[in-house]
T-cell receptor, first 116, second 110 residues
Framework: DTGVSQDPRHKITKRGQNVTFRCDPISEHNRLYWYRQTLGQGPEFLTYFQNEAQLEKSRLLSDRFSAERPKGSFSTLEIQRTEQGDSAMYLC??????????????FGPGTRLTVL | RKEVEQDPGPFNVPEGATVAFNCTYSNSASQSFFWYRQDCRKEPKLLMSVYSSGNEDGRFTAQLNRASQYISLLIRDSKLSDSATYLCVVNFRGGFKTIFGAGTRLFVKA
């Protein structure tokens, strides 16, 4: 399967714990995005990488959230001191800039986080 | 005001019906536009891009009105398999700032 993959698919944690999610984009894609989605809402943009550079962060991304893409390939999203409000689906997507045109983003299956 | 707003839905229609979804966006610097489809508990997938000239893909037609900052999606001859949530998506700032609408839920009934 050469699509976007995410790990784990499900994570249950207790409030106050730290969690880390991984995203492996499609190999030739240089752009990688993280989103958060709650029930009944569309995905909310969290952050964006072009290669290894984090170029944009949403105000939704508090100091407890950090994302990295160290070699311009896979990415990790870490949430420290989780809160119940962090419970959501965390989606990763990737695409490639081609000829200056923004094209389709390909999404992974997501990591569903439940904070107890 | 949300940056991208969609019809709240849900839309309940019989098979064969024509249904239209509307979407408005607030940022006039928006550069590219899409409709995505999301099935229950699945990831979003691109349905179609939206161009100023309007574009059609089989039973689906998308329109963009930049002056009114308005996007639409028309589905003709609805099928049971069209039941899903339809997400309006706007890109700006060089394409990397992506805003999704909250989605409109469609139920097609036999």
């Amino acid at each position: 399967d050469t699509g976007v993959s995410q790990d784990p698919r499900h994570k249950i944690t207790k409030r106050g714990q730290n969690v880390t999610f991984r995203c492996d984009p499609i190999s030739e894609h240089n752009r990688l995005y993280w989103y958060r989605q709650t029930l009944g809402q569309g995905p909310e943009f969290l952050t964006y990488f072009q290669n290894e550079a984090q170029l944009e962060k949403s105000r939704l991304l508090s100091d407890r959230f950090s994302a990295e893409r160290p070699k311009g390939s896979f990415s990790t999203l870490e949430i420290q001191r989780t809160e119940q409000g962090d419970s959501a689906m965390y989606l990763c997507a990737s695409n490639v800039l081609s000829g200056g045109i923004t094209n389709e983003q390909f999404f992974g299956p997501g990591t569903r986080l439940t904070v107890l | 005001r949300k940056e991208v707003e969609q019809d709240p839905g849900p839309f309940n229609v019989p098979e064969g019906a024509t249904v239209a979804f509307n979407c408005t966006y607030s940022n006039s610097a928006s550069q590219s536009f899409f409709w995505y489809r999301q099935d229950c508990r699945k990831e979003p997938k691109l349905l179609m891009s939206v161009y100023s000239s309007g574009n059609e893909d089989g039973r689906f037609t998308a329109q963009l009105n930049r002056a009114s900052q308005y996007i639409s999606l028309l589905i003709r001859d609805s099928k049971l398999s069209d039941s899903a949530t339809y997400l309006c998506v706007v890109n700006f700032r060089g394409g990397f700032k992506t805003i999704f609408g909250a989605g409109t839920r469609l139920f097609v009934k036999a």
